[in-house]
């Protein structure tokens, strides 16, 4: 073994949290956050060690530094703010205090009622080495100290005072040895967002449809009409699905029919035709100068569009003949079309690539995100991205947001945990999730606690959806509009960014095509819809309800402060969220065919409640407030008034 480049450095640090993988990859924060470092610090002896953290943002070189305080068993920790949306990097130094050494070992020695005559002759030399890299006043009053310690004339008693002194203590560590200091290995990153990152609320809707009422295919100038509307919901994201225009060769049919009739619209993700590609919108849509005067529209009612990136084409896109190798040829001479057996899609052509002209592909690919960008779009919802590989995805996220750190991306990966996980450490800014098929609490809490309690909370966003073109669920098809209420609150509350596909969702659109598959019967996807959003039994007013409650409540706008609390009962999934003073408590029935009751036992420390202590919970949707006393109380519910009580707690 060869000897150490530095032998001399003594300190110790490992165990850094928050570090994902070594530091192979960023944690997530947002603007405005306050990040708290841990790590193991030790030396060999006992000498005391000084710590600190090291932090600068991403286009400067200076590093910035807080001091570590010290926790218990070698543990430190530190605190750093990020200001600025775009990259911050920390890392850490400790090193061998000699001061601090030198005054705990005197203090004991002073208990003990020891000689400490020489001791006061090593300090004198510690303070006047530090006293070489002081300045002005504090540079006098060190040498006022030295001479003081080293004067025969001066009692102990007054030499122990002045030497262990708080004031001596802040000016020695003004002006530390850090010669043999040690520096952590690593320089870990932090991917920093806006904050609608992680707090956002979705609605998408198939900009075709936004006629409602006329049997015509919708324009963007009708998405304008339906703002009013989706802004009094209380949603400030509106997602389309593809509104590029749609291949004709191999185009579905209704409810996925392999032969389209004459008038069907086809599929939106089966992108591209002699009108254009992934950079033209659908004629029937309107034109981009239309579509840019919608997204400005949406601003002024605080919503944003987001787009739909779908990197795959229809037989009839342009590049398809203008890019033949970027395309995976069958021995037969076609291209083969997309599948995940038993399904086929025979009107989608895959990318491939594995092609020995990647790097090409790889531009044009972001060429069409920058497009969009540079037409004012700064969401993008990702299709499939786990059938891309994931180095691409590292690439295009990471370039893209070198350049436009605002820019969010939602991941649409319903796949196997491992890799939803890794894409979202890869750079997506939010992930959807598994919450739809999540239907018992033992389930809800199990997977949320997975997703709050653990490492993932550093980096994955969850986005939680109840409902999308591909998702009827049993539990909405079964339960009817109780059930819809139960999902929209569970996934407005558990989530602090949630989406709902409507109108099918508020107008508790729940027939499905069959008992095998989760596809809407009549699916919006193959056809143009006609929503009748004035329907008296709509949910929109409820809705609006709940999203007033969370832009009202900081306590709904993140989620690693989620704990769940027991019930007696295992039809009511009982959980909390707190942002400082702001405590909300809810409630939720799980069975949407009868009333069920229980008593609770609640965690009154993750409350803010004193044992014994009197509390108010105030029921945000029906106006009503009740006094509860300890951690044992009532609740009942009904399915058919309103299943869930969202409380707002409070101290008396």
């Known amino acids: 073994m060869n000897k150490p480049s530095e032998g001399r450095l003594r300190v110790v640090i490992e165990g850094v949290e928050p570090e994902i993988d070594g530091g192979r990859f960023p944690i997530k924060r947002i603007a405005g956050d306050c990040i708290s470092v841990e790590a193991d610090i030790f030396t060999d002896g006992h000498d005391a060690i000084s710590a600190l953290l090291l932090y600068r943002e991403g286009t400067s070189t200076k590093w910035m530094e807080t001091p570590m305080e010290f926790l218990q068993n070698d543990r430190w920790k530190g605190y750093f703010a990020v200001e600025k949306i775009g990259r911050y990097f920390y890392s850490l130094a400790a090193w061998v205090d000699q001061f601090k050494s030198w005054r705990k070992d005197v203090a004991q020695k002073i208990e003990a009622r020891q000689d400490t005559s020489v001791d006061y002759q090593v300090v004198a030399e510690i303070i006047e080495e530090a006293q070489k890299r002081s300045i002005g006043e504090d540079a006098v009053y060190m040498q006022k100290c030295i001479s003081t310690i080293r004067s025969p004339d001066i009692r102990k008693s007054a030499k122990a005072k002045l030497a262990l002194s708080d004031e001596l203590l802040t000016l020695m560590e003004r002006y530390p040895n850090r010669c043999l200091e040690t520096i952590y290995e690593r320089e870990l990153m932090v991917i920093v967002d806006r904050a609608r990152a992680r707090f956002s609320t979705w609605y998408e809707v198939f900009p075709r449809s936004c006629a409602l009422n006329s049997k015509r295919h919708g324009?963007?100038?009708d998405c304008e009409k339906l703002l009013p509307y989706i802004s009094k919901m209380g949603f400030d994201v509106l997602y389309f699905p593809p509104i590029h225009p749609i291949g004709y060769t191999s185009r579905k049919g209704k409810d996925n029919a392999?032969?389209?009739?004459?008038?069907?619209?086809?599929t939106p993700w089966a992108i591209g035709s002699e009108e254009g590609?992934?950079?033209?919108?659908?004629p029937d849509l309107g034109t981009i100068n239309e579509l840019i005067n919608l997204i400005a529209k949406a601003k002024k009612y605080g919503i944003e569009i987001a787009l739909d990136i779908a990197f795959q084409c229809s037989p009839d896109h342009p590049y398809v003949t203008e890019h033949p190798e970027w395309f995976c040829w069958r021995p037969d001479g076609t291209i083969q079309y997309a599948e995940?057996?038993?399904k086929k899609y025979q009107d989608i052509y895959?990318?491939?690539f594995q092609t020995n002209n990647w790097p090409e592909l790889w531009d044009e690919m972001k060429s069409i995100v920058d497009f969009w960008i540079d037409h004012d779009v700064r969401i993008f919802r990702v299709d499939n991205p786990h059938t891309k590989p994931f180095v691409f995805w590292e690439w295009l996220i990471d370039s893209v947001k070198r350049q436009y750190p605002d820019v969010i991306f939602l991941a649409e990966a319903f796949t196997r945990p491992k890799i939803m996980y890794r894409l979202a450490k890869l750079g997506f800014s939010q992930s959807y999730t598994y919450f739809a098929w999540r239907i018992m609490r033992w389930e809800i809490e199990q997977y949320f606690n997975e997703l709050n309690r653990t490492k993932l909370g550093e980096y994955?966003?969850?986005?939680?959806?109840?409902n999308t073109p591909d998702i009827l669920s049993d539990y909405l098809r079964d339960g009817g509009r109780p059930a819809f209420i139960v999902r929209l609150v569970l996934a407005a509350t558990l989530g602090s960014s949630y989406g709902i596909y409507g109108p099918?969702?508020?107008?508790?659109e729940n027939r499905r095509k069959d008992d095998v598959s989760e596809e809407y019967l009549d699916s919006e996807k193959y056809e143009i819809k006609n929503w009748d959003i004035e329907n008296a039994s709509s949910l929109s007013g409820f809705i609006a309800t709940v999203n007033r409650l969370r832009k009202k409540n900081p306590a709904l706008q993140a989620n690693l402060s989620c704990h769940f609390h027991s019930t007696d009962n295992d039809q009511i999934v009982c959980y909390s969220k707190t942002s400082g003073k702001n405590v909300i408590l809810v409630f939720v029935n799980l069975d949407?065919?009868?009333r069920q009751s229980g008593w609770t036992e609640l965690n009154l420390d993750e409350l803010g409640i004193a044992d014994g202590r009197p509390y108010r919970v105030q029921d945000l949707l029906k106006g009503v407030g009740h006094r509860w006393i300890g951690a044992q109380n009532y609740v009942e519910l009904d399915p058919h008034e309103i299943p869930v009580h969202i409380f707002k707690v409070s101290t008396d």
């Open 350 to 352: 895959p990318l491939d």
């Open 592 to 594: 949407y065919h009868y």
């Open 504 to 508: 099918a969702y508020e107008l508790c």
């Open 258 to 266: 392999v032969k389209a009739k004459y008038l069907d619209p086809g």
């Open 219 to 221: 324009t963007f100038k």
């Open 277 to 282: 590609g992934h950079k033209s919108v659908h």
């Open 460 to 466: 994955f966003r969850p986005s939680l959806w109840p």
């Open 340 to 342: 995940n057996p038993p």
